[in-house]
């Protein structure tokens, strides 16, 4: 797929992704609150580096792999 979106990322105590989403994120609460919660952290992720996600699938394959 080409263009952006926002997914979930996983990390772990190092700070080296080991998972992410496969599906975009859609902005969800059980509440007003919660739902401002929520995109109010998808707005800070505009403040991240875009994730190359072919790359970072073949990083984490070569992890798996050894």
Known sequence: MEGYAIREVYYDESGEITLYTQSPCEPFGDDEEELKWCLGTMIDAF??????????????????RA
């Open 47 to 64: 403040d991240k580096e875009p994730l190359n996600l072919d790359h970072l699938d073949f990083l984490l394959e070569r992890k798996r």
